[in-house]
């Protein structure tokens, strides 16, 4: 085949067609318009990006084009990986419908964009997503908003912000009854709550995670809670680095209990031996954190009271 026509072929192909057809489905809900999840049974994730064009593993370092996708779910070489994707000429993927917000916000910086927003109160939006569909606690809520951590984002949303090392916002996670995802033209850094300075660093995969073991362990002082936001792009690298490099730290892979998080919990221990830092696995028992603090709250929302007098 003439290098043109192999060409052709790459930009014609997106990768969802090369996944669709073997069998995998997009996982909507962690989704978002830049990255789309895809996955295949219970532990196999493809991850597309660059409009459809590119694809990565976040299990493994594997990435690249529609050829080398079609290799990594089993062709034997380029050649069968080209006969692969040659033979989905035609085939449409699943078009994906995005919800849009109603109300599109004006082009300012990602730190005015946070500030216009007001963070949550009892009863608002946000707070009742945060306390009665993710069961955390009202005191951590308070001390989340009191360290500018949180905003109300749109149609009963949270954000929650991630910052540099000097603590400017950079971007934020957003989640709701019905979205998740980054914010636009933001960067993922880190979300940080607790003190700045602990030299105990629980890394979890998600901000509402991370809030849940916060609540969990009852705020401990000594320890910073923080979130990658469900990747691990150089920055976050870089960031988790920088808090490991400061002496006597100890890195807590607070990550899921599932393959990704295992992933992630094998790069943070080998982070850990790179830089001198202690490690630590800290797992819970059901997927993640807030599975657990649910099933914290209700059982301590069934104990009767004990009578008075």
């Known amino acids: 085949m003439e290098k043109r026509d192999i060409e052709a072929l790459r930009e014609r192909i997106p990768c969802a067609a090369v996944l669709e057809k073997a069998g995998f489905a997009v996982d909507l809900k962690e989704s978002t318009r830049k990255a789309v999840k895809y996955r295949r049974g219970a532990s196999e994730i493809v ?7 590119g694809w990565f593993d976040p299990l493994s370092d594997a ?5 080398s996708l079609a290799v990594h ?11 692969a994707v040659g033979e989905l000429v035609g085939f449409v993927p699943t078009q994906l419908e995005w919800r849009r917000s109603a109300r ?16 949550p109160r009892p009863g608002s939006s946000a707070w009742r997503y945060l306390t009665q569909a993710r069961a955390i606690p009202d005191h951590v809520i308070e001390r989340a908003v009191g360290a500018d951590r949180l905003r109300e984002g749109p149609h009963g949303s949270m954000w929650a912000a991630h910052t540099d090392e000097a603590g400017a916002v950079v971007g934020w996670e957003e989640r709701g009854p019905e979205w998740r995802g ?7 850094r880190l979300f940080r709550f607790g003190p700045v300075d602990a030299r105990r660093v629980c890394v979890t995969e998600a901000a509402i995670d991370a809030l ?10 000594d320890t910073l809670y923080v979130s990658t936001g469900g990747g691990w792009s150089s920055a976050t690298d870089s960031a988790i680095r920088a808090l490991a490099e400061r002496g006597d730290t100890t890195l807590v892979a607070a990550t899921d209990h599932n393959r990704q998080g295992e992933a992630f919990a094998a790069r943070l221990r080998a982070l850990a031996q790179a830089t001198g830092a202690a490690y630590a696995r800290a797992q819970p028992r059901g997927v993640d954190w807030n599975e657990d603090l649910a099933g914290l ?3 301590w929302a069934s104990e009767p009271v004990a009578a008075s007098g």
Do not use: C, Y
């Open 47 to 53: 991850i597309v990006i660059h409009g459809g064009r």
């Open 63 to 67: 990435k690249g084009d529609v050829f």
């Open 73 to 83: 779910l089993g062709a034997d070489d380029f050649a069968e990986a080209l006969k």
């Open 104 to 119: 599109q916000l004006p082009a300012s910086t990602v730190a005015n964009r946070w500030t216009w927003r007001l963070p």
């Open 182 to 188: 980054f914010a636009s033209g933001g960067a993922k």
């Open 212 to 221: 849940s073991l916060a609540a969990i362990e009852v705020l401990r002082p």
């Open 297 to 299: 709250m209700r059982r």
